[in-house]
């Protein structure tokens, strides 16, 4: 483990130097899209010495809440961007990169359901949401929330999160009474997995 970090370490001073030598070599400024590259690839590289040590800490049996409040985030937060954790029916790493396609395909699917584009959203189900919500049922509910909060008016950005088997994206949601967030879980293949429109609770 400690050749992984010093590993990680090596792989930042790299990316670090080439960085400060790209800027010595040109005139700054003069090539953006360059330096944003070269600091992607370095903010990568620091993301590598945290996992290392995170991976570390955790070996010398330190808790993801311990972690959580160092890098101050919640365990949770901090379990599903370093841990690795185990499928218990197989035994073997679970895949825990969310889908890339992720955050447009939710968009998409909300943007489908406030423009009432019913079928393009079921027409997205995995057989089991396709066998449990049908296109009229989803029509109703989406009627329900307009009905008690007025019409769509914006989305967020979708958070998205890697959960077993599928990702799940959660966006808020802007009614003209209420606020929501639409949770949609995606298999790797993008079909919907799940379907939830949350009401955000008001104090």
Do not use: C
Not at 42 to 59: C, K, T
Not at 93 to 109: D, G, H, Q, Y
Not at 139 to 155: D, M
């Amino acid at each position: 483990m400690q050749d992984n970090l010093t590993d990680a370490i090596r792989g930042l001073k790299r990316h670090a130097d080439a960085l400060l030598a790209a800027r010595v070599l040109t005139i700054p400024g003069d090539d953006f899209a360059g330096e944003i590259e070269q600091s992607l690839r370095l903010q990568s590289a620091a993301d590598d010495v945290v996992r290392s040590v995170v991976q570390q800490a955790r070996e010398a049996g330190a808790t993801w809440q311990t972690i959580g409040d160092a890098l101050g985030v919640s365990r949770q937060a901090a379990f599903q961007r370093y841990g690795k954790p185990v499928d218990p029916r197989t035994g073997e790493p679970m895949n825990t990169t969310p889908l890339s396609e992720a955050t447009e395909l939710a968009r998409t699917v909300i943007h489908d359901l406030a423009s009432g584009r019913w079928e393009l959203v079921t027409e997205r189900f995995d057989p089991a949401m396709r066998e449990n919500l049908s296109e009229d049922a989803l029509a109703a509910a989406w009627a329900q929330i307009v009905g008690s909060s007025g019409a769509f008016e914006s989305q967020g950005d979708p958070v998205v999160t890697r959960a077993g088997d599928v990702t799940v994206t959660n966006t808020p949601l802007s009614m003209e009474a209420g606020d929501y967030t639409a949770r949609i879980a995606f298999r790797d293949d993008q079909t919907i997995a799940g379907l939830h429109i949350l009401q955000e609770q008001t104090s």
